[in-house]
């Protein structure tokens, strides 16, 4: 569907699209971007997924804070708890 909605040159909004992306299909969706990204296409994307926050280059915009605050990748709160969970994440499902 973006691959048919997204042109070069354009500005184009998305929101949350890893609610229908597994993570596999969320790798695709970067390939894509990069690709239209070279071709001058422009995009805000809000999301909480790591995988789609780590497109290179990336400004990333964090909304949860007191003002609208610049992050760098290791800084989103979302990141640092994946690395945490998937470093142990019997420690995470034992603390529920």
């Known amino acids: ?33 990069k690709s239209l990204v070279s071709g001058n296409a422009q995009f805000i994307i809000a999301t909480n997924s790591p995988i ?5 280059d990336a400004q ?18 979302v990141v640092k708890f994946m690395r945490a969970f998937l470093a142990d994440p019997e420690d995470h499902i034992r603390k529920l």
């Open 1 to 33: 569907m973006l691959r048919s909605r997204c042109v070069p040159g354009g500005l184009h909004l998305i929101d949350t699209p890893e609610c229908i992306f597994p993570p596999q299909h969320q790798l695709a969706l970067l390939a894509l971007l």
């Open 52 to 56: 789609l926050l780590a497109f290179p």
């Open 60 to 77: 990333i915009l964090d909304f949860d804070a007191p003002e609208i605050t610049p992050r760098t990748y290791d800084e989103v709160p």
